[in-house]
């Protein structure tokens, strides 16, 4: 028998951008989800590391052949490389909480809730459960959103709308495991709201050179739906010279993207429940995610579901931790039963 005190339990929050852990012992850490190996012998020489994980792999990435492990809420399994990537990733986070490589903390064993986009649970399970092999002991994949209703412990009549940058998700939550007809994927999020944005910008100022990095921190700084708080100012080099660009409209029409589909999907959601909760589902929808900090997002939310009646719409201030929070409340609550054993 096993004792409580031997098992360290945590909490994965496995991101197209970033991905967090929380463990039992109390640490909690976020890395960018980037894995890189030196790309030569040069690279290798310079790096002294067989391996760069993180933010260190994004400032290095002249060196590396770069990885990103996550598409669209999908892990890619089409290279061998994306699949170590995760493997890389995975061990990096657990390393990083106390757990040596061969997945033993001081003689204890690992139980690992994997919170993962809703797309991915479906198509890429038994991939993620290939990579944790020998990494952990027992695991437990779990929804991205469904972690963060139980973080919350927002667990009954509550509809979870996380905007990431791969996936939007959503759960509703019933009291129970979410079903496949309780959640939905869109593939509209951060990542495609870039792209747009730095189109949009491209043909306004044609002259002008931008990045989609510089584009993705002035939507981190500057997003918005509906009236604009103030003008948006951002300065890039035209021709080489710094250059003030006014992008107020594309940083709104960007923006907007993501309310046509989001709206749709939460009122479909919505009238799939039964009809009696179905009031207070709506007062009780929550955002989270890094898309959740859009400005103005859950007001242009809140009009939307006027025409059903009305609802409240809340967004989490800090949501860099919830999702692995609740991964790790799920891991210590769940009984025995629940976790799957993975033997090396
Ligand atoms: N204030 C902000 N306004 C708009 N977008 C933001 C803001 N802050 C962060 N983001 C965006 O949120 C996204 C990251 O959010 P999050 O960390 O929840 O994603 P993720 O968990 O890595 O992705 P996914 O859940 O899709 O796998 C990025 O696209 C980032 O640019
Ligand atoms: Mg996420």
Excluded at 7 to 24: E, F, M, P
Excluded at 213 to 219: A, I, S
């Amino acid at each position: 028998m096993r004792t409580d005190s031997e098992i360290l339990h945590v909490g994965i929050d496995l991101g197209t951008s970033r991905s967090a852990i929380s463990a039992s012992n109390g640490e909690r850490f976020v890395v960018d989800s980037f894995v890189g190996w030196p790309a030569d012998m040069v690279a290798k020489k310079v790096l002294k590391r067989d391996v760069l994980i993180g933010h260190e792999a994004v400032t290095n990435r002249t060196m590396l052949d770069l990885h990103r492990p996550l598409e669209r809420g999908l892990l890619k399994e089409g290279s061998e490389k994306d699949v170590e990537a995760v493997r890389e990733l995975l061990k990096h986070l657990l390393r990083l909480v106390g757990v040596s490589s061969n997945g033993r903390i001081d003689g204890s064993h690992v139980r690992a809730v994997v919170g993962v986009p809703a797309a991915s649970l479906r198509t890429n399970k038994q991939y993620l459960r290939n990579s944790m092999k020998g990494i952990v002991d027992s695991l437990m994949i779990v929804s991205e959103p469904f972690a963060v209703a139980y973080g919350l412990n927002a667990l009954l009549h509550t509809m979870i709308i996380d905007i990431g940058a791969g996936t939007t998700d959503f759960c509703v939550m019933k009291g129970r495991y979410p079903g496949e007809e309780d959640q939905r994927t869109l593939t509209v999020a951060g990542d495609s709201l870039d792209a747009q944005l730095l189109k949009l910008i491209e043909e306004r100022y044609p002259q002008a050179n931008v990045t989609v990095f510089m584009v993705r921190e002035w939507k981190e700084k500057h997003s918005f739906v509906g009236e604009a708080p103030k003008r948006v100012l951002v300065t890039a080099p035209v021709k080489g010279v710094p250059t003030e660009l006014d992008i107020t409209n594309e940083m709104r029409a960007a923006c907007e993207t993501l309310v046509p589909p989001t709206v749709e999907t939460m009122l479909d959601l919505l009238s799939r429940v039964e009809p009696e909760f179905q009031e207070r589902v709506r007062n009780n929808i929550i955002l989270s995610g890094g898309g959740g900090l859009i400005r103005n997002l859950s007001q242009t939310l809140e009009t939307a579901l006027k025409q059903v009646g009305g609802g409240k719409v809340t967004h989490m201030q800090d949501p860099v931790f919830v999702g692995s929070d609740g991964g790790l409340a799920l891991a210590l609550d769940a009984p025995d039963s629940d976790w799957e054993k993975l033997t090396a």
